[in-house]
């Protein structure tokens, strides 16, 4: 899914009920939305009453008379009323207590919904990456980086001392990067805590 520039234009069009332009709106966003709300939402049928109430609310606010000022933001502000509904939707269910912290998170103004589209790609190919590696490199990977299980251990489990550890790291490292560069150009890094020692971390 190629993402999208928005501008006055194309939220005047919106406000206007152009029919082009509201079938894209609600595709583009639509898709996004299931995107953000599908690991933090347990039932299809709750994920698309949100998907609804985001919907509503933003073409209901666009064409108020303030309306929205800047069409660059449009992306951003259905981000802004999506993370309201959604936690409006856990505090209605009863789940206040148990607010993820990535839903808190969420509120932050800098994130648009755009961005846990790019997020959730990045994501799926470092798994796929991992999973074209030989096992072993996979499996030290995933417990340095992922599972954050201690190098002792790690070294334990792979009998090996700390030395000959970050020989090791250095190697998967270098495997994943060669593997991860053959597709698009997108960043990624494993914490730079775990790259003592001198050792390169995969930051391009």
């Not at 590696?133 to 417990?143: F, G, S, T, V, Y």
Request: aromatic share 10%.
């Amino acid at each position: 899914m190629d993402l999208f520039s928005f501008d006055d234009d194309y939220v005047r069009r919106l406000r206007e009920g152009d029919r082009w332009t509201e079938a894209h709106f609600l595709r583009y966003f639509g898709e996004l939305m299931l995107v953000k709300l599908r690991g933090r939402v347990r039932t299809m049928s709750r994920l698309e009453d949100i998907r609804q109430e985001v919907f509503l609310r933003v073409f209901r606010a666009l064409r108020a008379p303030e309306g929205l000022r800047d069409g660059r933001k449009l992306g951003a502000f259905v981000n802004s009323v999506c993370n309201n509904v959604l936690l409006e939707s856990f505090r209605k269910s009863g789940r206040t207590e148990a607010l993820p912290e990535t839903v808190e998170r969420m509120a932050d103004a800098g994130d648009s919904i755009e961005q846990t589209l790019v997020t959730a790609e990045t994501k799926a190919k470092v798994r796929r990456v991992l999973g074209e590696l030989e096992p072993r490199d996979a499996k030290l990977l995933r417990a340095l980086f992922f599972d954050e299980r201690p190098k002792d251990e790690i070294c334990a489990e792979f009998g090996v001392d700390r030395e000959y550890l970050r020989v090791l790291v250095f190697r998967a490292k270098e495997k994943f990067r060669a593997a991860y560069r053959t597709g698009p150009r997108e960043v990624v890094s494993f914490p730079s805590r775990d790259t003592e020692g001198g050792e390169p971390s995969l930051r391009r």
